[in-house]
C-alpha cells in the first residue's frame, strides 16, 4: 500500500553534488519518517541519514555529516537528500526508506538501523568518479 519512488540519482566527479529525492504516497500515519540507505556489493547496508516528517529533527551518519542535508517537503510528501562534496567512497545504491517517528526509536543509534524501517524503494544508483 505504501509506495516510495527514488529519483536524483547519476554519475558525478568527485567534489561534485547530487540531489536525491524520495516521493511517498498515499500520506498515511505509517509514514512517520523517511530517509535513506546506500549498499555497496560485499558491505552491510549503511544508514545515512533520516527525518522525522512531523517535528522535522533529522540524524546522520558520522561518514557523510557535513557533506548530506536531508529536507522535506510536506505538501508533496517527498523527502530529500542533499550531497556536496562527493567522493569516489559515496558511490553506492541508495534506497529510501519510511517508518516509525525517530522520537520512538531509542537510543538514537536504532535510527540508522534499516530493520527499524518497514518500506523501502526500489533503489537510486549513485556514482562518483574520481
Known amino acids: 500500500q505504501v509506495q516510495l519512488v527514488e529519483s536524483g540519482g547519476g554519475s558525478v566527479q568527485a567534489g561534485g553534488s547530487l540531489r536525491l529525492s524520495c516521493a511517498a504516497s498515499?500520506?498515511?500515519?505509517?509514514?512517520?519518517?523517511m530517509g535513506w540507505f546506500r549498499e555497496v556489493p560485499g558491505k552491510e547496508r549503511e544508514g545515512i541519514a533520516a527525518i522525522d516528517r512531523s517535528r522535522g529533527f533529522s540524524a546522520y551518519a558520522d561518514s557523510v555529516k557535513g557533506r548530506v542535508t536531508i529536507s522535506q517537503d510536506s505538501v508533496e510528501n517527498t523527502v530529500f537528500l542533499q550531497m556536496n562534496r562527493l567522493k569516489p567512497e559515496d558511490s553506492a545504491m541508495y534506497y529510501c526508506?519510511?517508518?516509525?517517528?525517530?522520537?520512538?526509536?531509542?537510543?538514537?543509534?536504532?535510527?540508522?538501523?534499516?530493520?527499524?524501517?518497514?518500506?523501502w524503494g526500489k533503489g537510486n544508483q549513485v556514482t562518483v568518479s574520481s
Open positions: 526508506h519510511a517508518g516509525p517517528p525517530l522520537w520512538a526509536l531509542m537510543p538514537p543509534e536504532r535510527r540508522l538501523q534499516p530493520q527499524e524501517y518497514p518500506y
Open positions: 498515499p500520506n498515511t500515519l505509517a509514514i512517520a519518517s
